[in-house]
């Protein structure tokens, strides 16, 4: 499984960005899909993850009420779509994916994650 991540950039305060990631390999359904993100200097955080037909999300706080995730898998992309971009969002972006069960309280660790992406930068500026 191959993850491309894309649609980072630089950004004003209170504005949006879609990042989109492509997956290639095998069923795209089998996976759970997530985003990660790390700024300079700090370690990689949860952001938000899609079970694999969408019947769970999960968010981290600092996220919730501006982030939303989905997913297409008839075009195997999942899309983390950010409002309200804060100087605090400037990271790199990860996507993953992972075939395991979904655990809410485990799907949040990097470490679970089975496949991941290149990271795409995103720069929010005040």
């Known amino acids: 499984v191959q993850l491309q991540a894309s649609g980072g950039g630089l950004v004003q305060v209170g504005g949006s960005l879609r990042l989109s990631c492509a997956v290639s390999?095998?069923?795209?359904?089998?996976?759970?899909v997530g985003w990660f993100r790390q700024a300079p200097g700090k370690e990689r955080e949860f952001v938000a993850a899609?079970?694999?037909?969408?019947?769970?999300?999960n968010f981290a706080d600092s996220v919730k009420g501006r982030f939303t995730i989905s997913r297409d898998n008839a075009k195997k992309t999942v899309y983390l779509q950010m409002n309200s971009l804060k100087p605090e969002d400037t990271a790199l972006y990860f996507c993953?994916?992972?075939?395991?069960?979904?655990?809410?309280?485990?799907?949040?660790?990097?470490?679970?994650?089975?496949?991941w992406g290149q990271g795409t930068l995103v720069t929010v500026s005040s």
């Open positions: 993953a994916a992972d075939s395991g069960s979904w655990i809410t309280g485990i799907i949040t660790r990097a470490n679970v994650w089975d496949f």
């Open positions: 390999g095998r069923s795209f359904n089998d996976y759970h």
């Open positions: 899609a079970s694999r037909r969408m019947t769970y999300t």
